[in-house]
Structure formats: structure tokens, C-alpha cells
């Protein structure tokens, strides 16, 4: 009697920590910022991209105006443990003519690494038309042997209305 009442009371324990855990684990999306949207992978880690439009000096605009605009995307991913790992972000610089045409002028990209675990290869940033282009590889890296690869692929577009998407 006195080993089930044992079992009980330590499965009873048991099941009350892993409640506690559960219940104080916070949920990236509660503090996502605007503009921003999370891809969960399949060994628990996630990735959040946000877009952001970069003010400019451009403050009265006409029909016949030409102005520039700029934006960023950035991707951070984060561990399964919510520890920031590598941030990329791709910045595009956009001349609208308003209501004629976009050209992409510039596409520059910025990288930091957080965790020593994760290398960078393959970048390869472009303007092309009315897009920035931003690519690469990072690869996470036990004993030499590469275990995790993700690839970025992103993009920032400008329409003729200097939108940026």
C-alpha cells in the first residue's frame, strides 16, 4: 500500500511540474512586431521575417515626381530554446518615378551570427529591375559535419506607386 501510495504521489509531482512548464512557456507570436510573420521548422526552431519601409525625405509627392524609397527585410531564427542564432537582412533602395515606372538602384545585405555553432556561405545580393534580391546558406555545424542547412531566398519589390512588398 505504502508503494502505491508512493507512485501516486510522485506521478501526481511529476505531472505538476510539467504543467508549471508548460503554462510558463511563452509563445513567440505574443511579442511578434508588426509587419512580421513566423515559420516553425521541424526540429523546433523558428524563423521571423519582418518587413519595415524606411522613411525618406520624399514629403510632398506629385503625380509627376520622382522619389526614392527604401525598405528591409530581416530574418532572424531563433533555437528551439528561443536563443537568437543568425540575422540576415536585405536592404533595398527603389527611384520611383510615381505612376511610370520602379527601378531597384541598390541591394545591399548585412549579416551577425550569434551562435559560433552557425557559418554563412553562398550570399549573393542583387538589384534587378524593380526587385532587391538577397540570397545565401547558413549551415549549423557539429564536430565539422554540416547538420542543418537553411537556405535565404528574400525579396523586396516596388511598384510604380512606390509600394514596397
Given at each position: 500500500m505504502k508503494k502505491i501510495l508512493a507512485f501516486i504521489s510522485f506521478t501526481v509531482l511529476l505531472l505538476s511540474f510539467s504543467l508549471t512548464a508548460f503554462a510558463s512557456t511563452s509563445l513567440p507570436e505574443k511579442s511578434l512586431p508588426e509587419n512580421s510573420e513566423i515559420t516553425y521548422l521541424s526540429n523546433g526552431s523558428y524563423i521571423i521575417t519582418t518587413f519595415s519601409v524606411i522613411p525618406t525625405d520624399n514629403s510632398v509627392q506629385t503625380a509627376a515626381t520622382t522619389?526614392?524609397?527604401?525598405?528591409?527585410?530581416?530574418?532572424?531564427?531563433?533555437?528551439?530554446?528561443?536563443?537568437?542564432?543568425?540575422?540576415?537582412?536585405?536592404?533595398?533602395?527603389?527611384?520611383?518615378?510615381?505612376?511610370i515606372s520602379a527601378t531597384c538602384t541598390n541591394a545591399t545585405h548585412s549579416k551577425t551570427i550569434y551562435s559560433s555553432k552557425w557559418s554563412f556561405s553562398d550570399e549573393n545580393t542583387y538589384a534587378e529591375n524593380n526587385v532587391a534580391h538577397g540570397k545565401g546558406v547558413f549551415k549549423r555545424k557539429v564536430l565539422f559535419i554540416v547538420v542543418e542547412k537553411t537556405n535565404v531566398d528574400i525579396s523586396i519589390t516596388c511598384d510604380v506607386y512606390g509600394n514596397l512588398s
Open positions: 522619389y526614392t524609397k527604401q525598405g528591409t527585410k530581416t530574418i532572424n531564427c531563433y533555437s528551439s530554446d528561443n536563443e537568437l542564432e543568425w540575422e540576415y537582412t536585405l536592404t533595398g533602395t527603389f527611384t520611383v518615378n510615381n505612376g
